[in-house]
């Protein structure tokens, strides 16, 4: 067996090592998400075999875990593939770099949904609202179709896909 070859299967054995532990530790995520979360960071090790994780993995583990309850798994995986792709990065990502590129994707989430949210009144009315002559004769204002739609649309599809984990933790939602 040649060096090269060496590596790999040390690299190969350390990952089924982290495999048998984290079988042991279940809690909040489900089995798929779970088995997902396992695959994603064994690819991760894979990329990096000349870093020798067997002291650090565990702890590698358990923060991704929080951050996936945090910022959901699929957030998580975007940000450690754009981790793993990212120039001069030569190490397994470090939770907290991971933690910083969920953070922008939220961010970049967030301004795209509130841009496609956005209320665009029909025309016809002012800005969302219209002036209807009640039987007495008094004009009052209203909502126009096109603002009630828009405020039905957002009950609907409250912010899809981002976890606050601010009211979360907190509580309130
Ligand atoms: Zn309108």
């Known amino acids: 067996m040649d060096e090269m070859e060496e590596k790999a299967e040390t690299t190969r054995a350390l990952a089924r090592r982290f495999i048998e532990q984290i079988a042991v530790s279940r809690a909040s995520m489900t089995p798929p998400e779970e088995q997902e979360l396992l695959?994603?960071?064994?690819?991760?090790?894979?990329?990096?075999?000349?870093?020798?994780?067997?002291?650090?993995?565990?702890?590698?583990?358990?923060?991704?875990?929080?951050?996936?309850?945090?910022?959901?798994?699929?957030?998580?995986?975007?940000?450690?593939?754009?981790?793993?792709?990212?120039?001069?990065?030569?190490?397994?990502?470090?939770?907290?770099?991971?933690?910083?590129?969920?953070?922008?994707?939220?961010?970049?989430?967030?301004?795209?949904e509130s841009k496609a949210n956005a209320f665009r009144p029909c025309g016809k009315c002012y800005s969302g609202l219209v002036r209807v002559v009640k039987e007495d004769g008094m004009s009052v204002m209203r909502e126009c179709q096109c603002l009630r739609d828009h405020k039905a649309g957002q009950r609907l599809n409250p912010g899809l896909h981002v976890v606050d984990f601010k009211s979360r933790s907190s509580g309130t939602a």
């Open 39 to 112: 695959l994603l960071l064994e690819q991760t090790i894979l990329r990096y075999p000349h870093q020798d994780l067997s002291r650090a993995i565990e702890g590698f583990y358990h923060d991704y875990r929080i951050l996936c309850e945090r910022y959901g798994l699929p957030t998580i995986k975007t940000a450690l593939m754009e981790l793993r792709i990212m120039p001069g990065q030569r190490f397994f990502p470090q939770p907290s770099e991971c933690a910083e590129v969920a953070e922008e994707i939220v961010k970049r989430r967030k301004a795209e």
